[in-house]
Structures are given as C-alpha cells and as structure tokens.
C-alpha cells in the first residue's frame, strides 16, 4: 500500500512519512478548532449542530493543512493536492497548472503507441515537479494501453493519424499551439517527419531498448530487438537515449546503461530486465536535459 502511495505522490520514503503526518495534525488540528467554532454558536448537539459542524470542517481543512504544511515542509505537495480536490468536486478552475506554464513550466509531449509502463514512469517522476509539466500525450494507436493512463491522469490527448502526420503538418501547428518545448517518445514506431524534427531542433528524444548503434534501424523494436540481441549470443544489452533525426534510431546519443545477457534469458526476460533499466533512468534524464538545457 505505502509503495503504491509513494509512486502515486511520487515522493520518497522519507517524505512520505512527512504527509501522512501533515495529514494526521491537519486532521486532529481541524477537529480542533471546529469545535471551538461550533462553540461560538447558540446551538446544542444534534442534527443541526452535526450538518453545520461538517460544513465548518469542510471549510477550514485546507486552510489548517495548507498552515501545517507550510510547518513541515510541504506546501507545494499540499497546494497541489487541495487544488485537485477543488478540481475534481468543481470548486475551482484548473488554473494552478496555467499559473505554472506562465512562469519557465517546461512543457512535455509523450509519444506514445504501447503500453505506456515509460509514459507512466515519467508522469509518476514529474507530477509534483514545478519546473516540468507532461502536458500532453500523443498516440497513433487506438485502444493502446498509454490511453488509459492519459485518462486517469488526467493529460490530454492528441490522436495522430497516418495521412496527417506523414502528409500533412505532421501536427506541428497543434503541438506548437499547446506551447510544447519537448516531445519525448517513449515506445512510438513511427519514423518523425522531418518537418517536425525541424520545428523542435534538438528537443526530440526517443528511447531505445539496445545498445546503439547496434540493433537499430526500421524494423527493430520490441521483442525483435531481444531475439536479436539473443541470436547473436550478446554478454550484454542496455539501453541508449538518443536525440531524433530524420534516421531510424540515428541521432546523437545522450546516455546509455548496460544489463549482462543472461545465459537461460528468452527474449521476455531480456524485455523485462531492459525495462528496469528504463523506468530507472529515462524521467532521470528527461528531468536533466529539459531543466538544463
Ligand atoms: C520501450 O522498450 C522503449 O525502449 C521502446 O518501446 C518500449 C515502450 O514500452 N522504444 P512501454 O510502452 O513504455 O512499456
């Protein structure tokens, strides 16, 4: 439970300790002096007293946990986190994220095709940050797992198909129009056109699950890779981070990490061990090239 806490918030252990008793004095704190509030009033327990005493806790809650958060630390998790209640009960505007993009909020597109386990990674690692927003997921394939995740996280989606992207503006105009800065695939097949390679020099990265430039090109990606990696009896595999350019898997690399080849490895447990690699340091490196560069 606490694990899929810390993913959801994407805290670590440490911090996670810190809400939960942010959230334990805020409560006790909000009973508190929702008491001494109903005190003021001429009224005597019962039903009335119980509907007007939740309606004054309702209110002063955020208040008292924004206070206590300021105390321990954890004002950003906090405003966040009664933003979104106010979102979802329809309180207020999704306007926080907006304040965010006025100032320097790096905004992020994810292509995405598969199932979405990077996509959701780099959600998981950026959903507190206050310099990186995942503003976006672009995907080609109906019914791909990384639609759900879209959807329950809450990020728009943009659907991309063939005719436009190949033979139109390769949706340049829509993602320039959301202010996208980055477009990070994460398991999208399809060659980028180089009219969009040319509006966003140097801000396309893809991910790859071997060791480039080796075991690239058209028609490498998913399982073939491994069985390639597999048929020709490799010691060791990894992954490589590279910049875009009009060459399938081509562009400058920016990082790689290594993972011995394991005697008795079927092309399925070579997948799962390079999957590690990358949910392990794909957001890492996003988070260093889109802060810095
Ligand atoms: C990853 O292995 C990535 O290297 C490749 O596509 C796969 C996507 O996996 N480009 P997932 O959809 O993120 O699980």
Same mark, same amino acid.
């Given at each position: 439970?606490?694990?899929?806490? #810390?993913?959801?918030?994407? %805290?670590?252990?440490?911090? @996670? ?9 805020? /409560?006790?704190?909000? /009973?508190?002096?929702?008491? *001494?509030?109903?005190? @003021? !009033? ?16 309702? &209110?002063?809650?955020? $208040? ?28 207020? *505007? ?26 959701? #990674? ?9 310099? %990186? ?37 390769? +949706?340049?105009?829509? @993602? *320039? ?18 009219? @969009? ?17 080796? +075991? /690239? ?7 073939? =890779? ?6 020709? #009896?490799?010691?060791?595999?990894? &992954?490589?981070?590279?910049? $875009? ?5 081509? /562009? ?5 990490? #290594?993972?011995? =080849? !394991? ?10 061990? &390079?999957?590690? !690699? ?16």
């Amino acid at each position: 439970m606490f694990e899929k806490l #810390k993913q959801r918030w994407n %805290v670590n252990g440490l911090q @996670l300790t810190i809400v939960i008793l942010t959230f334990a004095t805020g /409560g006790s704190l909000t /009973g508190y002096v929702g008491k *001494k509030l109903m005190g @003021l !009033l001429p009224i005597s327990n019962g039903v009335l007293w119980t509907i007007i005493y939740i309606i004054v806790i309702t &209110i002063i809650w955020p $208040v008292i946990i924004l206070a206590v958060s300021v105390l321990t630390g954890q004002f950003r998790f906090f405003l966040n986190y009664v933003h979104k209640i106010g979102v979802r009960l329809r309180l207020i *505007k999704p306007g926080i994220d907006k304040m965010k993009d006025t100032k320097d909020l790096k905004r992020i597109a994810i292509f995405a095709s598969g199932a979405g386990s990077n996509a959701q #990674k780099i959600i998981n690692h950026f959903r507190n940050s206050d310099s %990186v927003n995942i503003a976006l997921i672009a995907c080609n394939k109906p019914g791909a797992g990384v639609l759900n995740i879209a959807d329950k996280e809450n990020i728009p989606v943009l659907r991309i198909e063939k005719e436009k992207f190949f033979r139109g503006n390769a +949706y340049t105009d829509e @993602l *320039k129009q959301q202010n996208i800065d980055w477009i990070i695939l994460a398991g999208f097949l399809w060659k980028i056109p180089e009219l @969009l390679i040319r509006s966003f020099p140097q801000k396309i990265i893809n991910i790859h699950p071997a060791l480039l430039p080796n +075991y /690239g090109g058209k028609g490498m990606y998913g399982q073939k =890779v491994h069985e390639a990696v597999l048929a020709n #009896k490799e010691e060791e595999s990894g &992954i490589t981070i590279h910049y $875009v350019d009009n060459l399938y898997d081509h /562009g400058k690399i920016i990082f790689q990490a #290594k993972c011995p =080849v !394991l005697h008795n490895d079927t092309a399925e447990s070579l997948a799962q061990r &390079i999957h590690g !690699l990358e949910h392990q340091h794909f957001p890492l490196i996003i988070e260093q090239l889109v802060t810095y560069k």
